[in-house]
């Protein structure tokens, strides 16, 4: 019941920085935690980062260790939009984003959330 689009994805060279959007429908955004998933060619995919649902904790964050300190995700409840800042990329971080929501932030399997979107394209070049 939840859809899902994300935008902001594109060529970045390393070292740079973007920030994707994904803006969400469904009367029910602001009660469900929201996530980022990223999936290279040939590769699973894989949990990015997390923010938790405010009804429950107040906007808690989950993120994987290799994009600690250079990621952040946020929320805006009143335009039911997460983003995901990104700095600092790197090669390793181009993939197909994707923005995810569910009931557990602190989920790393994809399994565990409900709704998609259909992905951005984040290529950085060295």
């Known amino acids: 019941q939840v859809q899902l689009v994300e935008s902001g994805g594109g060529l970045v060279q390393a070292g740079g920085s973007l920030r994707l959007s994904c803006a969400a429908s469904g009367r029910t955004f602001s009660r469900s935690a929201m996530g980022w998933f990223r999936q290279a060619p040939g590769k699973e995919r894989e949990f990015v980062a997390a923010?938790?649902?405010?009804?429950?904790?107040?906007?808690?964050?989950y993120y994987r260790d290799s994009v600690k300190g250079r990621f952040t995700i946020s929320r805006d409840n009143a335009k039911n939009t997460v983003y995901l800042q990104m700095n600092n990329l790197n090669p390793e971080d181009a993939a197909v984003y994707y923005c995810a929501a569910g009931s557990t932030a602190q989920a790393m399997d994809v399994k565990a959330w409900d709704y998609w979107g259909q992905g951005t394209q984040v290529t950085v070049s060295s």
């Open positions: 923010i938790s649902s405010i009804s429950w904790s107040g906007g808690i964050t």
